[in-house]
């Protein structure tokens, strides 16, 4: 047998998988399957060009259609606008969605001569823990519960002697469980950050999408220690790619580089865009009330069903956001296959597990699909259930 | 002297480096400096939302508003339409510009056991050669003459022992030297590709501004082994961000997995708006014929004002892109300040040296600027050197 070529192996390097769920999703897509496996937004919930205001305006956005250098936010106006509660441009940087943002402050924080370690929440999520993988990192899984991250089961690890270089956390509305990192715990995760030098990545796409009376998620403490990652992607658009860093400006300014070589810099007619939609707060201030009240009706929808025909099933209680996380008790390994015969798809918890097996749960998301379906879908998913448990 | 935190230690990384070039545009840009440094296209000859046709239809685009899952082509016809000699749909990847293909491209090549090897064009493209340090490979320059890489001189380093993973070349009008790699060469370059076992990266943003009556570049022959690359940045728009790799099935299905890791997929919005713009061909060949009328005028300024103040440059033979390569036959080392002192800004060899020296040349741009400006550029520019050299 002859040695591969160089094709062959890289055609074959194993370091690149592809994610589970957009593997599912090929099978979710099949006519007459629902699906409550997505973690898009709700098609009918985003602007369209018709409704939309300000609708966009070419004369504008042309000088984004020209040239530019700058891996930095393009303007001033489209860095606050981004992350409104921190204007200061130096803090910010740009990026083509929140994957890209954790991917290039993954890359700046392996070491070139030694396995580097971060921390996820386990159950976790899986663009995240793929990219931390893909860059060499290892990965310690530390357990979530209705309160997010169990920040004392991290201090006692750092007690014991782990010594991370990142910590990445969903503090709202967490994919897959839904939890939110109480106040108290994200206080002690900065302390245990500064005290043990390692950076926390909090990574916030669904925290504009608080859908209880609740007052939204208590931010986490101010900190040179912790990097935001913010995302238009689930208020305003996936397909435009804008997302963007807010960190110490000493990482900005390296985060900058690191951007250089991976891309030169986001798409300045993007930046302006959004800008452009964001300029009128009126106006997305009441399309967020809208967003919200449309996933309102689609999680009561989402969560009738599964208490209807799932009645064992324990939900983690949440407050926002795309997903209900629920335990049924028994193990479902097999129940993906049965349930698309049945014609239903979802998210075995075993696709988010870290470190601790997350078997007899499964992630059912109310952000896509036709909610008037939601019923049909989760009586199926139980009829499915009752086959393999049977 | 305590040791330095993670934040410090991440701040003061090497790894990543800024582009020399960028750096200096800083400098190029004070008021009254002329600059003759940059590598952006002419403004006034990129298409304007008024002067194009056909304008952008937001209800089309807006399906991009939406969302997309997809890291491939978002469809066939965009997919076909970046890269219209290919339109194999499973040969091409999308990406946010050719610098992002690169990026990708470096990254799957990279060897996560052992230190592997890139050839790179020497003097080479700045951009090339700082993604491939920062992801560690090894870079050994090859020469290269007014027929391109040497391809002779490769020959030479595989015969004794060389084993590169990558070979990086500009085709055509190569960055900074202009030259154009012979049909011969090319033939050979790809068996001996087969031969050893490497992968030819073939960048190509320059291969539509063909300025001479002379045939366009003759492409690489077909080969598993070759990589092409393309982008939108020349001829439509830089801050749009859109790219492309062309290349064996194999190769882009593992590609499209680093690009999930990276970045999810290039904007859906992006991708449809270049199909749009492109779908009129009658329009958009009039408009590569209205870029290479502005370019060709603009060349013949620029060296025009060359001949007239720096007799003795010897300027490499190019057929067209946006650069002209002079060695001024003395040492320019303390060249560019003393030309930001005159009030006029160049990129000197040196930055893109390799392994060869390149203190006598200097890169001459003409796709920036104002053209009317060209000749007092040049003069002093001249007066620069008559400074330093007396």
Chains 1, 2 share one sequence.
Request: with cysteine.
């Amino acid at each position: 047998m002859t040695a591969p070529t160089l094709l062959q192996q890289l055609s074959s390097d194993d370091r690149w998988t592809s994610s589970v769920i957009r593997d599912l999703l090929v099978h979710a897509r099949q006519p007459g399957v629902l699906s409550l496996a997505g973690g898009l937004p709700a098609v009918e919930l985003l602007p369209s060009s018709a409704a939309r205001s300000p609708p966009i305006d070419c004369s504008r956005s042309e000088v984004a259609w020209h040239c530019n250098t700058a891996s930095r936010a393009a303007s001033p106006s489209c860095g606050s606008c981004c992350s409104r509660d921190a204007p200061d441009v130096d803090r910010i940087l740009v990026t083509a969605g929140s994957q890209q943002a954790l991917d290039l402050v993954t890359r700046l924080a392996a070491s070139p001569t030694e396995t580097s370690t971060v921390v996820i929440e386990d159950p976790g999520y899986i663009g995240a823990s793929q990219v931390f993988r893909s860059h060499g990192h290892q990965l310690v899984g530390i357990g979530v519960d209705a309160d997010g991250l169990r920040v004392d089961e991290l201090a006692d690890h750092l007690a014991a002697g782990l010594r991370p270089r990142l910590c990445y956390v969903n503090p709202t509305f967490q994919n897959p469980t839904g939890a939110t990192l109480s106040a108290e715990r994200a206080q002690r995760l900065v302390e245990l950050a500064e005290t043990y030098d390692f950076l926390v990545v909090a990574d916030d796409p669904y925290v504009e999408l608080a859908l209880d009376d609740r007052p939204a998620a208590t931010p986490l403490p101010e900190s040179p220690q912790v990097i935001r990652l913010g995302s238009m992607s689930k208020t305003l658009s996936p397909g435009l790619r804008i997302g963007w860093i807010d960190a110490d400006p000493r990482l900005v300014a390296q985060l900058a580089l690191v951007k250089q070589a991976a891309d030169l810099h986001t798409s300045t007619f993007n930046q302006l865009l959004v800008a452009d939609v964001m300029s009128d707060s009126t106006w997305w201030s009441a399309h967020l009330d809208g967003l919200r009240n449309g996933y309102r009706q689609r999680r009561a929808a989402l969560r009738s069903a599964v208490d209807r025909h799932l009645p064992n099933a324990q939900v983690t209680p949440q407050g926002g956001g795309f997903f209900l996380w629920c335990d049924l008790g028994v193990d479902v390994d097999t129940l993906l296959p049965a349930a698309l015969d049945h014609g239903v798809a979802f998210v075995p918890g075993a696709a988010f597990a870290i470190d601790q097996p997350a078997n007899t749960s499964i992630r059912l998301s109310y952000s896509s699909g036709d909610q008037t379906q939601y019923d049909e879908a989760v009586r199926r998913l139980a009829a499915a259930l009752a086959a393999t448990t049977s």
